[in-house]
């Protein structure tokens, strides 16, 4: 058996080179990462900087993690060729979009993923278990002949490919989570049982900001997340807004978003998290407007974690996100005008009332520690890592509730 390559984990020493351990931890896993968008920074949404933080809080707990993920991305160096596959180009940049890719695009990379996964088959002795965050639902359909364990978070609405795909596979099928309970039911009522493992921040990047004046929007520049919506409700509560984002959609951009740019509404373009939790923390509010079933919401927890209050439509996973936080609030969802009121009163509340800001922390540092979701996913992996062992043929099995709770 060809030898695995090494994985950047934080003992260098150590190398794929021998049988997948039988003792607890540390464990060889294979993360698969999303096509599209490499997973490096500025992170391309929330999606990309959650997979991107999952490996290095891996690596840092002392597990040897290797990631397939397209070219670009951070921590493919020392991984096999296979796992580098193609990145999404546009010959015409106003052609791009999240929601769909450019001519030919997927002749080429599925059978690059395909290639990827027919070598995790071929070293499924030396790997210990497969973390799946694809929106490609070819991992599924072949999860039950990889020789390996796998779990899949599922971080997005249900998807008719993934369901296909899932449907379509063999035993043993893959193991699922769910960033929110309100994801957990959409793919639960589609027959897909999924335990809910919130995702979490890296509060050390998001520190504590003494706030500002101005109110502040973080996301993907699409229609979905509904940017336009938080201009318009920054010039009702009298306060400049400033956007920071990938554009993911040229043509909503250029008709919903650019129109309402100016003086009191600025658009700083994608950040690196340092420069972006810099612009949250010295900002008065966060607004959040998602104009659809929002899966989690992480600007949330990013916002929170910098001690910046929250005013978000109410919409999806976001109510969970929000929790009983003192400093976010929610109004229904396309309610302008009370989105406006909510933030003019949060930012008061955030400049006027001592330790505000720290108590609107504090609870975000109990709530998404990165860590700590780290501990419940290395449960995960452990559960998983026995059944296959025992032989078992259940990699698909409902998680117990209290290894993802």
Not at 214 to 238: F, M, S
Request: one cysteine or more; hydrophobic letters at 45%; glycine letters at 10%.
């Amino acid at each position: 058996m060809t030898a695995l390559p090494g994985t950047g984990a934080a003992s260098s020493s150590s190398a794929f080179g021998e049988p997948a351990r039988t003792a607890e931890r540390p464990r060889r896993i294979v993360v698969v990462a999303p096509l599209r968008y490499p997973i490096a920074e500025p992170h391309a949404g929330g999606l990309e900087s959650s997979v991107w933080h999952q490996v290095r809080v891996l690596r840092a707990r002392g597990h040897e993690v290797l990631l397939c993920a397209v070219e670009g991305s951070d921590d493919l160096l020392g991984g096999p060729p296979e796992f580098a596959l193609p990145a999404v180009h546009w010959d015409d940049p106003a052609d791009a979009t999240d929601s769909t890719y450019p001519d030919g695009y997927l002749e080429v990379a599925v059978p690059a993923l395909h290639r990827a996964l027919d070598w995790i088959r071929d070293h499924a002795d030396q790997i210990d278990v497969v973390e799946n965050h694809s929106l490609s639902g070819h991992v599924l359909s072949r999860a039950g002949e990889l020789g390996v364990p796998v779990v899949s978070t599922l971080h997005t609405p249900t998807l008719p490919d993934l369901l296909a795909h899932h449907r379509a596979g063999g035993e043993p099928r893959s193991a699922f989570l769910a960033v929110s309970e309100h994801t957990a039911a959409a793919w639960r009522a589609e027959g897909v049982e999924a335990r809910v493992l919130p995702n979490a921040v890296d509060t050390d990047l998001w520190p504590l900001g003494p706030g500002g004046d101005d109110l502040v929007w973080t996301g993907r520049i699409v229609p979905e997340k509904g940017p336009h919506l938080a201009i318009e409700a920054a010039r009702l509560a009298g306060r400049r807004i400033v956007l920071a984002g990938r554009v993911g959609d040229v043509d909503y951009h250029e008709s919903m978003v650019l129109p309402l740019l100016g003086a009191d509404a600025e658009h700083v373009g994608p950040l690196r998290q340092p420069d972006l939790a810099e612009l949250v923390g010295h900002s008065a509010c966060a607004l959040v407007t998602p104009c659809w079933d929002e899966p989690f919401g992480l600007v949330i927890a990013e916002a929170l974690s910098a001690g910046t209050p929250v005013a978000s439509f109410a919409t999806g996973g976001v109510p969970e996100v929000v929790g009983s936080s003192i400093g976010a609030g929610l109004v229904a969802r396309g309610d302008v005008v009370g989105l406006a009121h909510l933030a003019a009163g949060l930012a008061d509340a955030a400049s006027t009332t001592p330790g505000f800001r720290r108590r609107v922390r504090a609870d975000a540092l109990e709530r998404f520690s990165l860590h700590r979701r780290a501990e419940v996913v290395e449960e995960v992996h452990e559960a998983l890592v026995a059944g296959h062992l025992a032989g078992a043929g259940k990699a698909g099995a409902p998680l117990a509730p209290e290894a993802a709770a």
